[in-house]
């Protein structure tokens, strides 16, 4: 499977302000995601990045609050806007070739939004 | 909506116990039903289940979908303190491979 990374690992940011995180994979994959797990729940689908295009957002979210870019096969990143402590969370990429429904997912980064 | 239950949502177990977490699915055009162990942030793919292979095995865990019930189970069988951990069950269906998670079962094996 890929190897997948994420930074940063971990960040406390301030109320208002906004952190952009990074998803790398040393291989080209299809398919990336990004998911929001927060604080004793399961994960959540923010959006599909597309490669060269905008994003596909699930219903909930946003391109305003959840900015995506996806330039290439490798490398995406997810930025989270105007952050509240509800944004407090773990934030997870994933990655899939389209022959398979398998998802391999990066170590994550942990958000605390004070 | 496309909905996955897993159940039950926590279970402690001392070491050497089988345990059996368990997961439904409700899914448009179903096509694969995945298990993942997480421990800390990022979740590690454990089985991916579809109508041609709908049992898996890998060492002391094992895994059997039922298609007719929709459901699935996970067996761990001679429980070791390593695999405490959230077990998510997640389902796959549609065009566009997203995954509907569970909300996990939180296993606790004690020594």
């Known amino acids: 499977s890929a190897v997948i990374s994420q930074k940063p690992s971990r960040d406390i940011c301030q109320r208002g302000t906004s952190l952009t995180i990074q998803c790398q994979v040393d291989s080209q994959v299809t398919m990336m995601f990004w998911y929001r797990q927060q604080p004793g729940q399961s994960l959540t689908l923010i959006a599909t990045a597309n490669q060269g295009s905008e994003a596909t957002y699930e219903s909930g979210f946003v391109i305003d609050k959840f900015p995506i870019s996806r330039p290439n096969l490798t490398f995406s990143t997810l930025t989270v806007s105007n952050m509240s402590p509800e944004d407090s969370s773990i934030y997870l990429c994933s990655v899939a070739t389209v022959s398979t429904d398998t998802q391999y997912f990066g170590p994550g980064t942990r958000l605390t939004v004070l | 909506e496309d909905k996955v239950v897993q159940s039950p949502l926590s279970l402690v177990v001392h070491e050497g116990d089988t345990v059996t977490l368990n997961c439904s699915y409700e899914v448009t055009n179903f096509r694969s039903l995945l298990w993942y162990k997480q421990e800390k942030k990022a979740p590690t793919f454990l089985f991916m289940l579809t109508s041609s292979g709908i049992e898996k095995k890998s060492g002391r865990l094992s895994s059997i979908l039922d298609k007719k019930e929709l459901s699935s189970i996970l067996n761990i069988t001679a429980t070791q303190t390593g695999d405490s951990a959230i077990y998510l069950c997640?389902?796959?269906?549609?065009?566009?491979?997203?995954?509907?998670f569970g909300k996990g079962t939180l296993l606790t094996v004690n020594p």
């Open positions: 997640a389902a796959s269906g549609g065009s566009n491979y997203k995954l509907t």
